[in-house]
Each structure stands twice: as C-alpha cells, then as structure tokens.
C-alpha cells in the first residue's frame, strides 16, 4: 500500500474527515494501474456516527419545505454540469471507460438530480372529499428517516444519483456506500451536493467492504436499503436488511438477450449490437451478453463479427477508443478464465480478444471484443454473467423459441427484440419475463419518469429505483380521515355500528 497518494475521506456530520482505520485499499487506474488514491475500510464507530448524524438531521430536514429541498437540487444539477468535463476525466482515471462515455455515466445521473427538484409534484397524496357525511379522506407521503445506499464499480457516477437525490428530496437522510473500487469520482459528487447547500448531517459517506455493507443491513437506525450489485450480494443484502426489518430495494446481476428476427433492419441492428455488447468492454449491467438469431438470421454472424473486430481497444482516455480496460487484472484474468472454459465445453471462438495488446498501456486489464457461437444454455459461459467483452451466440428456429430461452435463464434484467414486425414485437413484449424490454433499442434504461426495474434473478423488492416507484420506496403513505364540525351543530346520538355516516 501506497503511503504517497491523496486518502479518499469520509463524510459524517457535513465534515470531509480522515478514516481513524488501519485497513486502506488502494485504487488504481485500470489502464495503468498506476495506484490514484486510498480508500478506507472504515471503522464501526465511524458508521456509528455517520448514522447518528443522519438520525439526528432527519429531525430539522423532514420539516424542510418542499421549495426548499427542491431549489437544492436544481443548483446540484447546474454544479454538476458545470462540473461535467472533470467529472469525468476522474471517472475515466479510476474506471477505465471512454471520456465520453464516463460523460454518460454522469449524465444519466445528472437526469435523476434534475427529476429530483421536481419532488414537489412528486411526492403527492391522494384526496377524497365526502367519504361520509362530512369525511374526507387524504394520504400523506412522509418520509422514512434514515436510508443507506450501496453502489457497484461499474457507474460510479450513476447509481449513486439514482439513491441519495430521490431519498433527499422526499426528506429523507443519507448513508451512501460506495463502491470501494472506484469511489473518487463519487465523493466528487458529494462535494457538489454540499456544495449546493444539501445541510449537514442530511448525506453521509462511510467507505468499505463486506462488513461495512453488514454493519448498515444490521443498524437498527437505518430505515431502508438500496442495493445495487451482482446477485450473490444482493440476494445476501436482502435477505439480511429485510430480516432486521428495513424496506429493500436490490438491483442485480444480468444475463441480456437480444432477440434478432430475420426481417429486422441489419444495419441498424448490427451496428446497435456492436454497440451495446462491447461499449465500457461489456461492464454494463444492461450490456447485450447473449444474442439469439432466429431463422435466416444466423447469416449476419460474420457481419456482426467483421464489424466486432473493428473496435478499438485502448486506455479511454485515448481519441477514439471504443472499449477501455477491465475494472482490475482479477477481473481479467476471471473473464479469460471463463473464454477459455467457453472452448474447453465446445463453443466455437469465432474472435477472440485475449492476445489484445495496447501499445503505451501494457499494464492495463484489456481484452478485446470476444465472440462465441454455437453456445448452449449448459455452458458456463452462458450461465454465468462474464462481465466483459464477450457475446454468446444462440440460435432459434422461431420467436416462441427465442421467448422461451429468454425465459428459462435464471436473470431478467434487460432484453431486446430487432424487427420490423409490430405483431412479433408485441407478441415479445406481451410473453417475456424481463423488467427492461427494448424494440429496435438495444439498451432500454427508462428515463427517470419511468423506474428501472427487474425480474426474476435481477431483482429484489417491489420497488425500484427512481421515477415514481422510489418516491413510494423512501416514503410512508399515511392514510387520515377526518370530520370537522360546524361550530354550533348539535352532537347526534352514539352510535356503535362501524358505518361513518
Ligand atoms: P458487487 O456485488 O461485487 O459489489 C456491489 C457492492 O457490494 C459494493 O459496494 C461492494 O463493496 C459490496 N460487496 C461486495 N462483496 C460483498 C460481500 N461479500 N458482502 C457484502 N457486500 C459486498 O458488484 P460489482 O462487481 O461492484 O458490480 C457489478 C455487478 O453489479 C454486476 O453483477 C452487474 O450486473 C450489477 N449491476 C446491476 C445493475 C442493475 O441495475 N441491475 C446496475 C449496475 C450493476
């Protein structure tokens, strides 16, 4: 461990503060793994007081004004806009994707800062005059108190944004974890949130790993858990939360099928594929993994491979670049592991990206676009996600076949269907199991008015993240019915049925 290099800090109580911890990790750029910064495993006391800070600002920031909590996020959305090109260069260093994709990345964030400062018409109740004689009813959207959010490395910028504005807005407070691989371009955004006047003790940062993320599953303090991360930890952040008795929301793991129907538009859907399957080198949740061509369709596979091995594979900060590193070398040296499994059970390597060299960046974790056909649904290289460059082939006869594939695998995070059909893209969108459905669009995350969403193995919890679903996430429903009389009415006689009349 480096001693030279800045330390990543804490935010507890409106304070950027040192961790007391003797446990650090190093963060290194994936191109270079030249070592940025450190980033503590914080202690339990200093979660202790992160969440006492949160406890204690829910009092004074659950009263706030809905203008005012607004008004903060409409100055965060101009902070971070005006912070975009810093942004992310700092997310390019620590990540590895392209500049202008790391500008993505905070840009879909920045779309749920904007959302936020809508919170007015948000987060609203539902009125009913005259339930009775003289009742109304009407619901309250309250907020819950103390919320915690825990991110992985791949959108060190987005995910982030899709928790802490959402909780905040609807008055809630914060305990953010973020991912310990890549937590600098984060904390960057923490500072603009301060910085736009979101007071102290509302957002917290506390830094680490395993016993961190059961240090806030565990604290009886906090009210609700957002995760998002790979199914194994999800599924253990769930199922620990939910015992301890919080609201949880898990976002998971993906396996995403696109679908390719023989009367689909070939250049757009193979330029669409190429795209989505092999951009930020395949560590996208919602990236295509798994392509099944149907009927006459199984011709475009040279075609798709052709235009494959065309990508440029380099440091993203390099003009150009089409796919950047790998996150860490274990996380290349797990994903050759899993090529080469892929050839040892019989797939067909139609391009392999492992001899990849990138001149002026030979330490970094790259791996170059890398495509499989002849794969079937018991390799490894099918069931699990690799998270890289790599595209698993799949063929089917017909759509009900391709459905049904679709739906046998165990994840239901995104999928995509390429055709010029109305009736099979409506037959597709009708009969598959997925949260994210795109027609001719290769990666359908929604737009912040919707909420992202999942199924089966990719999500946990009812509720996802932003949108409308997250409003009724972080927020209580109290239901009031009252009665008021006038001043000089006569009280009535008692009456003991349960009939308001
Ligand atoms: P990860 O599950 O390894 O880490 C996520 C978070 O959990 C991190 O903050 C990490 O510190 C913590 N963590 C890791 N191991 C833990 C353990 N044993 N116990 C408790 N906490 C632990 O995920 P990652 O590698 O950072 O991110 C990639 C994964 O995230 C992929 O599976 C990807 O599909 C998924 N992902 C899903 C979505 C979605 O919306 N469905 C979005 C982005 C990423």
Redo the contacts with the bound molecule.
């Keep these: 461990m480096s001693t030279q290099v800045p330390s990543v800090k804490l935010l507890i109580d409106g304070e950027f503060v040192e961790s007391k911890t003797s446990e650090w990790r190093d963060i290194t750029n994936p191109a270079t793994q030249e070592v940025l910064a450190r980033v503590p495993f914080a202690t339990t006391e200093e979660l202790e007081a992160a969440v006492s800070a949160a406890n204690e600002a829910f009092k004074s920031w659950r009263k706030t004004p809905i203008g005012v909590r607004s008004r903060i996020f409409l100055k965060y959305q101009q902070l971070i806009r005006e912070n975009m090109k810093e942004l992310a260069a700092t997310l390019t260093a620590e990540q590895g994707k392209t500049l202008p994709d790391a500008e993505g990345d905070v840009f879909r964030g920045l779309e749920v800062v904007e959302h936020a400062a809508s919170v007015g018409t948000l987060q609203m109740g539902e009125y009913a005059n005259n339930v009775a004689g003289d009742v109304d009813t009407y619901t309250l959207r309250q907020p819950i108190g103390v919320c915690a959010g825990?991110?992985?490395?791949?959108?060190p910028a987005m995910?982030p944004l899709w928790m802490f504005p959402m909780a905040i807005a609807t008055g809630n407070t914060f305990v953010l974890?973020?991912?310990?691989?890549d937590p600098m371009v984060t904390m960057r955004l923490v500072e603009l949130a301060v910085e736009a006047g979101i007071p102290r003790g509302v957002l917290n940062v506390v830094h680490?790993?395993?016993?961190?993320?059961?240090g806030i599953?565990d604290h009886p303090d906090i009210k609700a858990v957002s995760?998002?991360?790979?199914?194994?930890?999800?599924t253990?952040?769930y199922n620990r939360a939910s015992e301890a008795g919080k609201r949880v929301q898990c976002?998971?793991?993906?396996k995403n099928h696109a679908v390719v129907m023989p009367d689909a538009n070939k250049e757009q859907t193979l330029n669409a594929l190429v795209g989505s399957c092999f951009g930020a080198a395949g560590?996208?949740?919602?990236a295509v993994s798994a392509l099944v061509l149907v009927g006459e369709a199984r011709n475009w596979l040279p075609e798709l491979a052709r235009r494959a091995e065309k990508l440029n594979v380099n440091a993203g900060t390099e003009d150009g670049t089409d796919i950047g590193p790998l996150?860490t070398p274990q996380?290349l040296e797990r994903v050759t592991g899993l090529v080469q499994q892929g050839v040892s059970e019989g797939a067909k390597l139609v391009l392999d990206g492992r001899d990849v060299s990138v001149r002026g960046y030979e330490k970094g974790s790259f791996i170059g676009p890398t495509l499989f056909s002849g794969v079937t649904p018991d390799m490894a290289i099918y069931r699990e996600?690799i998270?890289g460059p790599v595209l698993c082939v799949l063929e089917a006869e017909t759509l009900d076949e391709a459905i049904d594939l679709v739906n046998a695998n165990p994840n239901g995070?995104g999928t995509a269907i390429f055709t010029r059909s109305g009736a099979a893209a409506h037959r597709f969108q009708e009969h598959i199991d997925v949260?994210q459905v795109g027609i001719n669009v290769p990666i359908p995350v929604p737009v912040p008015y919707f909420s992202?969403t999942?199924s089966r193995g990719?999500?946990l919890g009812d509720l996802g993240?932003y949108g409308k679903q997250v409003v009724q996430f972080y927020t209580q429903t109290k239901t009031v019915t009252s009665r008021w009389f006038d001043e000089d009415e006569q009280v009535g006689s008692v009456n003991t049925t349960i009939n308001l009349r």
């Design positions: 825990i991110t992985p490395f791949n959108f995910i974890k973020p991912s310990e691989r680490g790993g395993p016993d961190m993320v059961n599953c995760f998002v991360g790979s199914t194994p930890v999800g253990h952040v976002m998971m793991g993906a560590q996208r949740c919602m996150i996380a996600e998270f995070n949260g992202f999942g990719s999500k993240p």
